[in-house]
């Protein structure tokens, strides 16, 4: 490494340092939230194998090492720039090993001093939330897209918004029945807190509908009704304006732009704002509903579409064949996408004038070199006389329009067919 690298990344370091919160601060800030509260409550009353001193050590210098821990962690942000993609990647997967590696010597802090497995197992249980929280309040401070990030998705929610065409809005509507079957499910498990429980149980109440209701509030319910003989659900149009407030975000920042100017992160970004944001979720709820119950609520229907919609992005940027156990909006997201473009290029192919270069009528009307000129874009072979490199340029221009019908028909009738299996929206 040149001195001039070395001093470039002293400078990096530095600035982090500076932009970062002191680890005391951090500290403190850790000290103030819900978990570590939750921890001292639990030794409090018995059910932790810790007594509440004990827990207050976890965040004692003299006992863990939060100051080196702290420099450690800004070390590893530094040392994780990249100047290109590539490096950028490198960098990212370099600091996430990283982190791993100091929170879990964190953990092993004073770890000899517990006498039975049980306790020494919710030392470093508390450590590993502690160390997490720790990391988290840095990270947010150093971030000074998350603020920018936060200001245009204020923007978003507060210009109105649609879907971009029918299939679009159907698509989003089938996705809030499958909400609310995920929400009625989760109501059931016995892990579900019995705030979390009440409130998603007023939530199915009020907001599920019936086809004739569905129908009356002019939803776009059409895909529902194709699949009714497998009971799905109908949510009503409160439901789905909040869902449409979801995506409307998503759609406007989940994309490759997005990922450059924020990450690839971006997504976990996005989730963690969008939960503190107003979008009509305490609405949907009962007149008794308080702010953390719509937040629990938030959470739990954030959480299930961002990964839905994490899922959806990946299959698109891969362009894979969807796999019938995969979400269904996965499918309908991809078969949407190919859909899309073949309705975008017959329509294009329609509305071609006489001086569209690529219209087989028009091959007639070019000058040889023009003919050539195009074989060359296509990759195709340029000798010949007129006729001959006209006929070539058409039967190519025959094959590709085959081809697009065949694949967009394929993953159409592939989406259809895993629907018929399905037995939730």
């Known amino acids: 490494m040149s001195d001039d690298e070395s001093d470039e990344d002293d400078d ?17 800030a850790v000290r103030k939230h819900e978990t570590f509260k939750h921890f001292r409550i639990f030794a409090e009353m018995g059910l932790s194998t810790l ?41 990212s997967v370099m600091h996430m090993n990283t982190k791993v ?33 720790y990391i988290e309040e840095l990270e947010n401070n150093v971030d ?15 210009t109105p918004w649609s879907p ?23 109501i059931l498990q016995r892990r579900t807190t019995d705030s979390l429980r009440e409130s998603l149980s007023t939530l199915v109440l009020l907001q599920t509908t019936t086809k004739d209701g569905a129908i009356k509030e002019n939803v776009p319910s059409r895909r529902v009704e194709n699949r009714e003989a497998v009971s799905l659900n109908y949510s009503t149009s409160a439901f789905y304006n909040v869902i449409c407030k979801y995506e409307s975000v998503y759609h406007t920042l989940l994309n490759e732009d997005g990922i450059r100017r924020y990450g690839e992160g971006v997504l976990k970004q996005i989730n963690s704002l969008l939960i503190w944001k ?103 072979i340029k000798g ?14 025959k094959k590709v329009r085959l081809a697009e019908q065949a694949q967009a028909n394929d993953i159409m009738e592939n989406a259809n067919g895993d629907d018929e299996e399905e037995g939730v929206a």
């Open 384 to 397: 010949g006389n007129k006729a001959d490199v006209i006929k070539r340029l058409q039967s190519h221009m």
């Open 278 to 380: 107003d979008v009509g979720m305490k609405d949907l709820l009962d007149v008794w509903a308080s702010d953390s119950d719509a937040r629990e609520v938030s959470i739990f229907f954030l959480n299930y579409y961002t990964n839905l919609r994490g899922k959806d992005f990946a299959r698109k940027q891969n362009a894979q064949r969807i796999d019938s156990t995969e979400t269904h909006r996965a499918e309908v997201g991809l078969s949407h996408k190919f859909a899309k473009e073949k309705h975008e290029k017959e329509r294009l192919r329609d509305s071609q004038n006489d001086d569209d270069d690529d219209d087989d009528g028009n091959f007639e009307k070019m000058t040889l070199l023009q003919l050539k000129e195009i074989c060359v874009k296509y990759n195709l």
């Open 12 to 28: 990096v370091f530095l600035d982090l340092y500076e932009r970062f919160p002191t680890w005391d601060d951090a500290l403190a």
């Open 164 to 186: 971009m065409d029918e299939f679009h809005g159907e698509c989003i509507y089938y996705i809030t029945g499958a909400m609310i079957k995920a929400a009625s499910d989760k």
């Open 144 to 158: 000074k897209e998350r603020d920018e990030l936060s200001s245009r998705i204020d923007n978003i929610l507060a």
């Open 101 to 133: 590696a100091l929170k879990k010597k964190l953990c092993a802090s004073k770890i000899e001093e517990f006498d039975t497995v049980d306790r020494k197992n919710t030392w470093r249980s508390l450590i590993q939330s502690l160390s997490c929280l």
């Open 51 to 91: 007594k509440p001193e004990e827990i207050d050590k976890a965040l004692d210098e003299d006992v863990v090492p939060w100051r080196k821990f702290h420099e450690d962690i800004v070390q590893s942000v530094a040392a994780a720039k990249g100047t290109t993609k590539a490096g950028a990647t490198r960098g």
